[in-house]
């Protein structure tokens, strides 16, 4: 993030300047320039804008009160919440689901309490991806793995695999960003007795307004933040209204983390994008610095919404193995564990079969 204050450095050696007393203009005390009040004035002016818009971004808001709605009274009849007893996860079925177990954890689970007490939202993506897809797909994801241990692609389920809704509060913003980059520009002279290179140092200045739409930040601490963003992005031309005919048949996660708390996490991604787009357009230079740098919203909506995902959990070893699938777009991601017997005689085996090899290729070489 900027700073909403300028600290005045001398442009040729970075040090404090300062106004000395008996001078009549403004000195380095470490290398000894004088600059005039005046030409430090025009020095520091764009500063002095870009910290003005850094205070500004700071104290900008995103309307995250407007994100989701209330629930009917029938659509919440027709729900289901339960905490898992094992890791504490809260999830979200309807009527129907009278037993399941949790994603997170794999732990059997009853669902005795009725739902309440969390946002409806206001678009869902949803599933298009089948159960068999899911089931194929985490088939294909164990192929390949040599040191994957016999017994646990034998008993870890994968008809078990269960669709879930996954919350994401989607970030929405108009910004203005302007931003301050250090640019190099490198010349090579070749003498006979040495190599100079002259560095040319360049201030480029860069501003723009940009939009941002459904920029994602996941609701749950429950799910693993690297998961997500591996099985991203979404398709969110296809979200549609949210219906509770949605969640028929399928669990959704209740969201534990706000859309305020996913408030600095939204505004570093804008920010980072935001810089990114203007540094692109710093071309032709050896090396590219950013100095200084300030976004500010100027339209900041959130909205809340369900993703699909195929998600197992299975245990090896008491120790829990996730794999997910992008339910949408079939993008698989997940962990595994190894076999440490066959990490040391794989490599024992390649051995032996290699020196017959090896004693024939040298045999030939001297006979």
Sequence with gaps: ????????????????????????????????????????????????????????????????E???????????????AFTCSSCGAELVCDENTMATECVYCGNPTMIPKRFDGMLKPDYVIPFK????????????????????????????????IQPMYVPFWLFDSKITAQ????????HVINTPKEIITEVSIYNCRRKGVMSFERIPVDGSKKMDDTYMESIEPFNYGDLVPFSAAYLTGYLADKYDVTAEECVPRADKRVENSAIEVLQSSVENFDAVQLENAAVVKDVGKVSYAMVPVWILTTRYNDKPYTFMMNGQTGKVVGSLPYDSTK??????????????????????LFY
């Design 1 to 64: 993030m900027a700073d909403s204050s300028v600290s005045y450095k001398c442009p040729n050696c970075g040090a404090p300047l300062s106004f000395l007393p008996g001078k009549k203009t403004v000195t380095c005390e470490y290398c000894g320039t004088e600059f005039e009040n005046s030409a430090i004035e025009e020095l520091f002016r764009d500063k002095k804008e870009t910290a003005a818009r850094a205070a500004e971004a700071q104290e900008a808001k995103w309307e995250t």
């Design 66 to 80: 407007n994100a989701g709605s209330e629930w009917s009274g029938d659509e919440a009849k027709a729900l289901h």
């Design 129 to 160: 991806k089948t159960k068999q897809d899911a089931v194929n797909a985490l088939k294909e994801f164990y192929k390949g793995h040599m040191l994957l241990p016999s017994n646990f692609t034998a008993n870890n389920r994968v008809e078990a």
């Design 179 to 186: 931003a301050e980059f250090r640019a190099e520009k490198n």
């Design 343 to 364: 990490a040391f005689l794989y490599p024992a085996l390649c051995s032996l079969v290699l020196m017959p090899i090896l004693y024939f290729l040298i045999s030939s």
